[in-house]
């Protein structure tokens, strides 16, 4: 690459996860964490694009919900999706309020992070951390 060509820069990014019910999933984001719902597409809804500040997620009904496989499914402990945050205590504290399904609560990794995990209704496991000072 020159000096003169110009890179072009990433400015957002947007996970997809296949799922049973686009319409109850993009419910339960919303009610356990705080998302907000966008616009179906589809007759019948098969998809939506939801988010919560600034961070977004693709949701995409599956044809046949032996299609739905979350990472756990094939490996033990891996994560569909992962959000850092600026804080993770306060976070943890809403979701648990919220009802949300706390797949392992806070702690901290050798890699560097304070974190906890979440179950949508897919069994989809999100993780959710704070890089420790």
């Known amino acids: 690459m020159s000096e003169t060509t110009k890179r072009a820069k990433f400015t957002a990014s947007a996970p ?29 809804p098969c998809f939506t ?20 496989v979350p990472n756990t499914q094939i490996m033990d402990q891996l994560w569909d999706m992962y959000f850092w945050v600026d804080d993770v205590e306060s976070l943890f504290a809403e979701f648990t309020a919220r009802g949300a399904i706390i797949d392992y609560g806070l702690c901290d990794q050798p890699y560097g992070c304070r974190e906890f995990g979440t179950r949508d209704l897919d069994g989809h496991d999100i993780g959710f951390g704070q890089e420790m000072k």
């Open 16 to 44: 997809l996860l296949l799922v049973r019910d686009v319409v109850a999933a993009a419910a339960h984001y919303e009610t356990a964490m705080g998302f907000t719902q966008g616009k179906f597409y589809g007759e019948p």
């Open 49 to 68: 694009i939801i988010g919560r500040d600034g961070m977004y997620v693709m949701l995409r009904q599956a044809d046949s919900p032996d299609q739905v």
